[in-house]
């Protein structure tokens, strides 16, 4: 009796399933197309988070530079995350 009940319950379930499928597939074409602003937001916020990142390391690499060098001109800071060549047009290359 409750398998019965279980497969009828099942049967149910999968007939409204496939009426559901149906009437959606023929509301699609004319439904409102996904927003972009939330995946254009974070892209945003990820490229302001590693400018800001790099602003602090960078005024960081300064501080110290001057606690160990006090009165000179601090030198340009070797990229951290890139090991291929790079050209400085206004200064000089910092040594590796």
Do not use: C, N
């Not at 916020?45 to 590693?50: D, I, L, M, N």
């Amino acid at each position: 009796m409750a398998s019965r009940y279980l497969w009828r319950k099942y049967a149910d379930y999968v007939y409204t399933k496939w009426e559901k499928t149906i009437l959606w597939d023929m509301v699609d074409p004319y439904r409102r197309p996904k927003s972009f602003t939330p995946l254009v937001s974070i892209y945003v916020v990820a490229f302001y988070t590693g400018v800001v990142g790099s602003a602090i390391t960078e005024q960081l690499y300064k501080e110290k530079y001057w606690e160990d060098h006090p009165g000179e001109a601090v030198p340009l800071m070797k990229p951290k995350f890139y090991g291929g060549p790079w050209r400085v047009y206004r200064g000089e290359v910092p040594m590796p």
